[in-house]
């Protein structure tokens, strides 16, 4: 059996408790839809030797319950035996900490805006957003500041979607678009991640609401 700090255990799984409540709050996991983690175990450079705790599958994220959080291994597997299910996205999560260094937490959510987005520039494969002072929470701190998120097909196989994830997220840019699905973010800490996925929320629905004041004026 794995060696692992209880104490470490704890403050992931708490952590993640306010993170999903955050969330929930905003409206962010319908119909039982995202999942989160935070690595607990395992430097970013040891990164095939590291463990994180995740949401469990097919959760009704907005309740809080014993069976929320559970520890998985970099290949998907349980650290201890258990009934419960890890997320049916385990593996997306597991390839971007195995791609991104120092990746610490990796949120994702389904939302309108995400979904729309993602679907407007899917030809493209990805999206820019130029001169909003909200890319200053993605650490670009400079005039005419763009950042452009990549966007992926949504493929029913988790392996096959995770490899193509993994194929075109950079450590520059904390997030990928799935389209139609929703959105991975990361950072190198649980409040790094939530300040990109917040940031790029306000980005996407800023960009519909656009998008429509401009078809309808
Ligand atoms: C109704 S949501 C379909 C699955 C999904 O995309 C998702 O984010 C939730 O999956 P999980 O297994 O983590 O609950
Ligand atoms: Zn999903």
Redesign the pocket.
């Known amino acids: 059996m794995e060696k692992i700090n209880l104490e470490a255990i704890q403050i992931a799984f708490d952590t993640l408790q306010n993170v999903k409540d955050t969330f929930s709050k905003k409206g962010w996991f319908?119909?039982?839809?995202?999942?989160l983690s935070i690595r607990v175990k395992g430097t970013p450079l040891e990164k095939n030797q590291s463990i994180i705790a995740?949401?469990?599958?097919?959760?009704d994220?907005s309740i809080r319950t014993p069976e929320d959080y559970i520890l998985v291994k970099m290949d998907g597997s349980l650290v201890l035996p258990s009934n419960l299910?890890?997320?049916?996205?385990?593996l997306i999560h597991t390839s971007i900490y195995q791609r991104i260094p120092n990746c610490q937490a990796v949120f994702?959510?389904?939302t309108i805006p995400n979904n729309l987005i993602s679907e407007l520039y899917a030809d493209q494969g990805k999206v820019t957003f130029i001169n909003h002072e909200i890319i200053k929470a993605f650490d670009i701190w400079k005039d005419n500041a763009s950042i452009t998120i990549p966007i992926v097909e949504n493929y029913f196989s988790i392996p096959k979607l995770a490899e193509e994830i993994s194929k075109v997220i950079q450590p520059e840019v904390p997030g990928v678009l799935i389209r139609n699905?929703?959105i991975y973010v990361w950072g190198d800490s649980d409040f790094t991640a939530k300040r990109h996925l917040e940031a790029f929320e306000f980005l996407f629905e800023y960009q519909m609401n656009m998008y429509f004041l401009k078809k309808f004026k």
Not at 30 to 35: D, I, K, R, V, W
Request: net charge positive; proline share 8%; hydrophobic share 15%.
């Open positions: 319908p119909a039982t839809s995202g999942n995740i949401t469990s599958s097919g959760k994220k299910k890890p997320s049916a996205e385990t994702h959510i389904h699905h929703g």
